[in-house]
């Protein structure tokens, strides 16, 4: 049985000349209207809560990475309110090591008394207490001059065996620098004995890099001066860039050839020719 199409069209007004929407044909437009404004609000309250949720992981991430910090010394303490400045930044935590439990108490080499912890004791290893801590006789040295003045090298302070102890200072000429070491001459010293074996031997060193000092001090004057004076020497002489003229001398004929030839007196140029 063959099926025909039917194209049904709304009647035009008389009135007005355009179509008119049936109810049926309104109702649907109408809903789906309302179906497309739930969607793109639902969409839209949808990012806003992906949005929301990414910004609070993020923040949440920022205050636990701050609350924790690494104290440098194998642990990561959980920081507080108390532990910040007033602008807000982590003020640096010293947490200081309490005295050591011993056996025996310590005796002061200077006086002979008793005692629980210093200065020298606690950095160097020297049994004096901060009583008898005398700043000319236990000065300190930075690494610099201990290496100067007893010709000493970096393994010699800082490897061999027993390694010398030092404290550390900011650098009084630029605080950007590097902190610096600070030794205890008399174990410094000590060291170098153990190195050069006598003081006389650390003079001779001594001596025997300054003669070399010298002497390379010398040379670099030297080479200097020679480069000076190739400097004006070269730029007293003054180079002949033009043409060269040839100056022929006398005429000579030769009967074998039957040609004409002269010479140039500075170039020795031989010019050869024939005349009609």
């Not at 007033?86 to 056996?103: L, S």
């Not at 300190?140 to 393994?155: G, R, V, Y």
């Amino acid at each position: 049985m063959e099926r025909r199409h039917v194209c049904m069209f709304p009647a035009e007004s008389s009135t007005s000349g355009t179509s008119e929407l049936t109810l049926e044909q309104a109702d649907r437009i109408t809903r789906n209207r309302e179906k497309a404004i739930a969607l793109k609000k639902r969409k839209v309250s949808k990012r806003a809560f992906i949005q929301k949720n990414a910004m609070r992981e993020k923040a949440l991430a920022d205050q636990q990475k701050a609350e924790l910090f690494d104290t440098e010394a194998g642990f990561i303490l959980e920081s507080s309110t108390a532990d910040k400045t007033p602008n807000g930044k982590r003020a640096k935590v010293i947490i200081p090591t309490g005295p050591v439990m011993r056996e025996e108490a310590l005796i002061c080499e200077e006086c002979g008394k008793q005692f629980d912890d210093s200065f020298l004791y606690k950095h160097f290893g020297l049994a004096v207490c901060n009583g008898c801590k005398d700043d000319d006789k236990h000065a300190l040295i930075t690494k610099t001059e201990a290496k100067k003045e007893f010709i000493l090298q970096d393994s010699h302070l800082d490897s061999k065996e027993p390694v010398l102890g030092f404290v550390l200072r900011r650098n009084p000429h630029n605080s950007r620098w590097g902190d610096m070491k600070l030794y205890l001459r008399l174990q410094v010293e000590a060291r170098a004995m153990e190195v050069w074996k006598s003081k006389e031997k650390i003079e001779e060193e001594k001596e025997l890099r300054e003669e070399n000092r010298q002497v390379l001090k010398q040379k670099k004057f030297h080479k200097k001066i020679k480069e000076l004076r190739m400097h004006v020497r070269s730029s007293l002489y003054k180079k002949d860039t033009g043409l060269h003229q040839h100056e022929y001398g006398t005429e000579s004929y030769s009967e074998a050839t039957d040609e004409y030839s002269k010479t140039c007196k500075s170039c020795e140029y031989t010019l050869t020719y024939e005349k009609m």
